[in-house]
């Protein structure tokens, strides 16, 4: 890879804008308004104690300097213990707003992309293409870039406008020209609109160059973290001798000594430090130049009669604060730096088309769970591939069979599967539902009929019912036939809280961690707990022990009821318990039958059987 190819897409300010406002409606959309303006007002509820303090004392200098009344220095305390109590239990609030707010907001850009997930048509989701695009977008989130840092520039940029208007407001006399009247010379132009004109020029300009020091000060820093060996790895081969060295030549000591010359005398710690203390220094330097001129211009007009004694803390103040303003403005405006990239990359997969035909037709509702599913001379071709990997399929989905799915790899069950479940459009034939073409159903209604159990089925960090059912809201009943029914009853049972026990210790101290069987069983009781007319189970039995494989076989007929039941299995051994057995190879079925007609043909199946045989060998005989 050249130079150039490497080197960061230069956009017009048009561009950049772009990307910008559509990362603000993003963070908006994904967070929600009330957190990110809870989180706004958190930063604000941290400066307003400063701007009535100001305040506050203001009033009483002025006062003392003045007719300094006992009644009006009383009301003024008084004032100011009841201001600053209001104020704090306002922070208090909000930070239990913000921070109740902040938990729910937890991962909630991933279950955003989930969403999208679930939205765009299946085929993206299978492109490896897409799927590295949306890894990189998963690790931007997870490195705190992308939209992730549009919520703290919502979350920044806003106190930070905020502090500046409220500051200009407190001290907009300051700017406004007053009469010289007796004043001559420097006196009088401390006076004038043009001098007000240059403070006011002065305050931004040292703000604005402040952030931006700060901002080459990170980003000077971000590279050479990018330039930093990996300092563990400097100390890795003093952890390398066996404790029994450490033990005998007392190496304690002499290790951390080593450490420490290694990792702290480090030429990149050095650098570092050198880069935030030049830029810390400047900005200090500025400030305290700002804040000296500015005292003197407040000074001198103070003495001139223009203001009173206590205004002159106001103002200082209120100088101070717009400095701290825009620079914190700017280091919000910081957030939105080097993300253009990331941002491009999320909009793509955002925009990503959903090209599946959804359908109009409401499924038929039948307690009776009389569906047939059809399919007619379908073949399929993945997206991008020239080879089929369904070839002239005509199967038909008996009400209430039992039926396998058996074959080597790649033989084309799971793509059957996943045209069954309308993940894909055949590209050529027709799949067909009570007689109608699926495509013509609505999709969400059409993919409600399937319960599956997927190889990769995920259990989560909720409870064993709540995992069962898919929902907090759950019928305990039907979870606890659903659990009797892959023989998880007494165990669940057995828990701390039954049912309602968490899984993984990951929120609760008291929770359990199931075996792979046990996991395996739960999404089992899943799809079973759905009580949709089909059942399709992917491998159902892989991480269970021969003994509870055969549980579970055994107990298929109270399972499927009147359920239409399909398996894909590697074991044969299921086979025995189906209906009927389609054999798959090469993308096509080429035997159909039971289990004892498929054995007697010496076939396809056959073959199969017998190269598992030596498994079977203590199996009950076949009949």
Not at 53 to 67: P, R, S, Y
Not at 220 to 227: P, R
Request: net charge neutral; glycine share 6%; with cysteine.
């Amino acid at each position: 890879m050249n130079a150039e190819a490497t080197q960061p897409k230069k956009r017009t300010l048009r561009e950049k804008l772009r990307i910008s406002l559509r990362g603000i409606r993003l963070a908006f959309k994904i967070y929600g308004a009330k957190s990110l303006l809870l989180r706004a007002l958190m930063y604000i509820t941290e400066f307003l104690p400063s701007y009535f303090e100001a305040f506050i004392l203001a009033q009483i200098v002025n006062e003392l300097a003045g007719d300094a009344r006992k009644d009006r220095l009383t009301q003024l305390v008084l004032l100011a213990v009841g201001g600053y109590f209001l104020l704090y239990l306002f922070a208090r609030w909000v930070l239990f707003q913000e921070r109740s707010s902040r938990i729910m907001d937890w991962r909630k850009d991933q279950l955003y992309l989930l969403s999208v997930d679930n939205r765009i048509s299946y085929a993206y989701v299978e492109d490896p293409e897409i799927h590295r695009l949306r890894q990189r977008i998963h690790e931007a989130n997870k490195a705190m870039n992308g939209v992730t840092n549009y919520r703290f520039f919502i979350a920044e940029a806003i106190p930070g406008a905020f502090n500046i208007l409220l500051s200009l407001s407190l001290f907009f006399t300051l700017f406004r020209p007053v009469e010289s009247g007796e004043a001559t010379g420097f006196a009088a132009f401390l006076l004038s609109a043009p001098a007000s004109l240059i403070l006011l020029v002065l305050v931004l300009a040292a703000a604005f160059f402040a952030a931006r020091i700060r901002q080459r000060a990170g980003a000077l820093s971000e590279k050479e973290y990018g330039n930093m060996p990996y300092l563990a790895m400097l100390s890795a081969p003093l952890f390398t001798a066996d404790s029994d060295d450490i033990a005998i030549y007392n190496l304690k000591a002499p290790i951390l000594g080593i450490m420490r010359k290694r990792v702290l005398g480090h030429p990149f710690l050095k650098r570092l430090f050198r880069i935030r203390n030049i830029h810390d220094a400047l900005v200090v330097l500025l400030d305290g130049l700002l804040l000296g001129l500015a005292l003197y211009f407040v000074a001198s007009r103070t003495v001139l009669g223009v203001y009173a004694v206590g205004t002159f803390l106001l103002y200082r103040n209120a100088l101070t604060q717009l400095f701290s303003g825009v620079v914190f403005l700017f280091g919000a405006i910081g957030f939105t730096r080097g993300q253009d990239e990331f941002m491009e990359e999320l909009y793509r997969y955002l925009d990503l088309p959903d090209t599946m035909y959804k359908g109009t037709l409401a499924v038929e509702k039948r307690e009776d769970n009389r569906f047939e599913i059809e399919f007619q001379n379908v073949s399929f071709r993945y997206p991008g591939s020239e080879t089929y990997a369904l070839r002239n399929v005509n199967l038909k989905f008996a009400i209430g069979e039992r039926l396998a799915l058996v074959g080597l790899n790649g033989s084309g069950k799971t793509t059957l599967i996943k045209l069954l479940c309308r993940l894909y459009d055949p590209t050529e034939g027709k799949i067909l539902l009570n007689g109608i073409d699926i495509s013509r159903y609505r999709y969400d209604e059409y993919i409600a009929l399937f319960s599956v159990v997927f190889q990769d089925f995920k259990i989560f960090a909720f409870s064993v019912a709540e995992n069962v059912a898919c929902t907090p809201d759950f019928d305990r009943e039907r979870v606890d036939t659903a659990l009797e029914e892959v023989g998880m009853k007494e165990h669940v049972a057995s828990l701390p809280h039954g049912m309602d026990t968490a899984v993984t210790k990951e929120y609760e101290d008291d929770g359990v961690n199931l075996s792979g069987g046990e996991g395996q069983k739960i999404a089992i009781a899943r799809a079973l707990y759905k009580n949709a007319p089909f059942l399709i189970l992917d491998e159902p039995t892989a991480a269970l022990d021969p003994m509870a494989e055969a549980e579970i076989y055994s107990d298929l007929n109270s399972m499927a009821k009147n359920r239409t039941t399909v398996f894909i299995s590697h074991r044969l051994s299921s086979c025995r318990f189906c209906d009927e057995i389609a054999v798959f190879r090469e993308g096509r079925i080429v035997e159909r039958g039971d289990h004892g007609t498929l054995l007697s043909e010496n076939g396809a199946y056959a073959e199969l059987w017998n190269a598992q045989a030596k498994y079977y060998v203590d199996s009950p005989s076949e009949t």
